[in-house]
Antibody, heavy 125, light 107 residues
Framework: QVQLVQSGAEVKKPGASVKVSCKTS????????MHWVRQAPGQGLEWMGW????????KYSQKFQGRVTITRDTSATTAYMELNSLTSEDTAVYYC??????????????????WGKGTTVTVSS | DIQMTQSPSSLSASVGDRVTITCRAS??????LNWYQQKPGKAPKVLIY???NLQSGVPSRFSGSGSGTDFTLTISSLQPEDFATYYC?????????FGQGTKLEMK
C-alpha cells in the first residue's frame, strides 16, 4: 500500500535549519507531485510548497520563499523539506502529502490523497 | 492569493444530526474545492474532491456541493467518529489555500 514515512521529531535553536524527510513506498514516486503543509499548535493547515518528483520543479508559498527548499532523491523515493532561519513561529507539525488526481467528466481534479504522519519541529532557545 | 473562509468556526451537534459547513472563496474557483477531515494528533484525510466527488472509502453520509465561490459539506447523520475538524482547500491555483477550519464538537 501507499505509504509516506516521515523523519522523527526535531528540536532546533532559533536561527538554525531543519530538514525533514518523507520516504515513500507503494507507488511510482516520479509520477506524482509532493506537497508540504504545516500546522502550528492549535492552528490550521498552511501550505508551504510542492515538488514535481519527476522533473524536480518546485513551487513555494511567497511566505516561505527564500527560506524553504524542497528537494527529492528519486533513487531513494524520498522528498525533503528544508527550512532555514528558524524562529519560534516555525514550531509546528510538518506534513508531506502526495497529490492525487481524478478525471471526472473531462476535468482533472487534484487533491492531497495520502499524507505522512507528520514531523514535529520545535524551535526553542 | 485566494482566501478561503469557513463558517462556522465551531459547531456543537449530536449523533444523528444533519450538519452543514460552509466554505466561501474570495474569487471563483469553479469546482476546484476539496474537503478534509482531521482528528486530534492525526494527519488530515480527504473526504471530497472537486467540490462534490466522494473519495473512495468515505462513507456516503458525507456529501459536498457548490461551485464558483460558495461550497458546502454536509454530514447527513452524524456518527461518533465524525467529531473532528474539517478544512476546505482550493486547488484552483497556487498558493493552495485552506480555510481556517470548523471544529465539530459533541453537544
Amino acid at each position: 500500500q501507499v505509504q509516506l514515512v516521515q523523519s522523527g521529531a526535531e528540536v532546533k535553536k532559533p536561527g538554525a535549519s531543519v530538514k525533514v524527510s518523507c520516504k515513500t513506498s507503494g507507488y511510482t514516486f516520479s509520477s506524482y507531485v509532493m506537497h508540504w503543509v504545516r500546522q502550528a499548535p492549535g492552528q490550521g493547515l498552511e501550505w508551504m510548497g510542492w515538488i514535481n518528483a519527476g522533473n524536480g520543479k518546485t513551487k513555494y508559498s511567497q511566505k516561505f520563499q527564500g527560506r524553504v527548499t524542497i528537494t527529492r532523491d528519486t533513487s531513494a523515493t524520498t522528498a525533503y523539506m528544508e527550512l532555514n532561519s528558524l524562529t519560534s513561529e516555525d514550531t509546528a507539525v510538518y506534513y508531506c502529502a502526495r497529490l492525487g488526481q481524478q478525471l471526472v467528466q473531462d476535468y482533472y481534479y487534484y487533491y492531497m490523497d495520502v499524507w505522512g504522519k507528520g514531523t514535529t519541529v520545535t524551535v526553542s532557545s | 492569493d485566494i482566501q478561503m473562509t469557513q463558517s462556522p468556526s465551531s459547531l456543537s451537534a449530536s449523533v444523528g444530526d444533519r450538519v452543514t459547513i460552509t466554505c466561501r472563496a474570495s474569487q471563483s474557483i469553479s469546482s476546484y474545492l476539496n474537503w478534509y477531515q482531521q482528528k486530534p494528533g492525526k494527519a488530515p484525510k480527504v473526504l471530497i474532491y472537486g467540490a462534490s466527488n466522494l473519495q473512495s472509502g468515505v462513507p456516503s453520509r458525507f456529501s459536498g456541493s457548490g461551485s464558483g465561490t460558495d461550497f458546502t459539506l454536509t454530514i447527513s447523520s452524524l456518527q461518533p467518529e465524525d467529531f473532528a475538524t474539517y478544512y476546505c482547500q482550493q486547488s484552483y491555483n497556487t498558493p493552495r489555500t485552506f480555510g481556517q477550519g470548523t471544529k465539530l464538537e459533541m453537544k
